[in-house]
């Protein structure tokens, strides 16, 4: 059965570093896709980007692009998403997701994390 | 880049049929596949229709997914609807570059 694990909730400060984690079981984690997606209070599933862990080739959305790294470690089957500076606009949860791929190639999400919930307040 | 549309909320009564739209704003619809996701209330989102029309096991078959060409739009449809069905449901497609999320219809059986 395919799983993804995540880090629990994060409280932090303005300006403050973090890392958050998604842990693979049950598949092949080098082999597939892993992505995060980020859901304001209140709002909708926006794309941030996703990875490719047998060569950690990375593909973020424009609207992310710069905002926060995603990598990965397939020796311990774990993608990460990560923010240098954290800003109060950052307070969301954070899904990560595995995704499928389609007769022609492309991938679309498919299995699902249970989020992370980052909280930035001064 | 394209969008995809979904009205914001939707409502109908148990046991009676509903369905949630999802209009491509650029490029056919036909041209990638449509995924739809429910997200219940403090839960993450799960798959219930992937690749325009097919269920993951586990899914009832009171859900179901199709696109239109003419209006350029994917559709899920529940049938028999359940207070357990009251839930936010977003499409999502995709091209060569990105992954495309539609703003979410908020489902409530009334």
């Known amino acids: 059965e395919v799983q993804l694990v995540q880090s629990g909730a994060e409280v932090k400060k303005p300006g403050e570093s973090l890392k958050i984690s998604c842990k693979g079981f049950?598949?092949?984690?080098?082999?597939?896709?892993i992505g995060w997606v980020r859901q304001m209070p209140g709002k909708g599933l926006e794309w941030m980007g996703i990875?490719?862990?047998?060569?950690?080739?990375?593909r973020y959305s424009p609207s992310f692009q710069g905002q926060a790294t995603i990598s990965a470690d397939k020796s311990v089957t774990t993608a990460y998403l990560q923010w240098s500076s954290l800003k109060a606009s950052d307070t969301a949860i954070y899904y990560c997701?595995?995704?499928?791929?389609?007769?022609?190639?492309?991938?679309?999400?498919?299995?699902w994390g249970q989020g992370t919930l980052v909280t930035v307040s001064s | 880049n394209f969008r995809l549309t979904q009205p914001h909320s939707v409502s109908e009564f148990p046991g009676k049929t509903v369905t949630i739209s999802c209009t491509r704003s650029s490029g056919s619809i036909g041209s990638n596949y449509v995924q739809w996701y429910q997200q219940r209330p403090g839960s993450s989102p799960t798959t219930v229709i992937y690749e325009d029309n097919q269920r993951p096991s586990g899914v009832p078959d009171r859900f179901s997914g199709s696109i239109d060409s003419s209006s350029n739009s994917a559709s899920l449809t529940i049938s028999g609807l359940k207070t357990e069905d009251e839930a936010d449901y977003y499409c999502q497609s995709y091209d060569s570059s990105n992954q495309v999320f539609g703003g979410g219809t908020k489902l409530t059986v009334l």
């Open positions: 049950g598949y092949s984690f080098a082999r597939y896709w």
């Open positions: 990875i490719y862990p047998g060569d950690s080739d990375t």
């Open positions: 997701a595995r995704l499928n791929y389609d007769t022609s190639g492309y991938f679309y999400f498919y299995y």
